[in-house]
Nanobody
Framework: QVQLVESGGGLVQAGGSLRLSCAASGRGFSINAMSWYRQAPGKQRELVALVTSSGRTNYADSVKGRFTISGDSAKNTVYLEMNSLKPEDTAVYSC?????????????WGQGTQVTVSS
């Protein structure tokens, strides 16, 4: 079993910045990829950013140039640096980890953290 603990959400004015963190803990696993998703009220959950164990990253078009995802493999932690925030970035942000454990890949989710951007 792998647990994901997120932190860093909150309320910020448009144009401001926030940094989200997600730490994975457990036994006997290795991380293949970690990512951030978000879901705004009345909308479907969408992928925001992803980073693989090899360092490859991928971003939603709406956040390119503003958000940066990075990982610390020693700490099994992923970060999402969010700059130039817009009101439309308001959502619950959830961390996802694809981990290799007991010979198979499994997906785990964090509890989610609210990000609110005021205009």
């Amino acid at each position: 079993q792998v647990q994901l603990v997120e932190s860093g959400g909150g309320l910020v004015q448009a144009g401001g910045s926030l940094r989200l963190s997600c730490a994975a803990s457990g036994r006997g696993f290795s991380i293949n990829a970690m990512s951030w998703y978000r879901q705004a009220p009345g909308k479907q959950r969408e992928l925001v950013a992803l980073v693989t164990s090899s360092g490859r990253t991928n971003y939603a078009d709406s956040v390119k140039g503003r958000f940066t995802i990075s990982g610390d493999s020693a700490k099994n932690t992923v970060y999402l640096e969010m700059n130039s925030l817009k009101p439309e970035d308001t959502a619950v942000y959830s961390c996802n980890a694809r981990v290799l454990t007991v010979g198979s890949e499994r997906s785990y989710w964090g509890q989610g953290t609210q990000v609110t951007v005021s205009s």
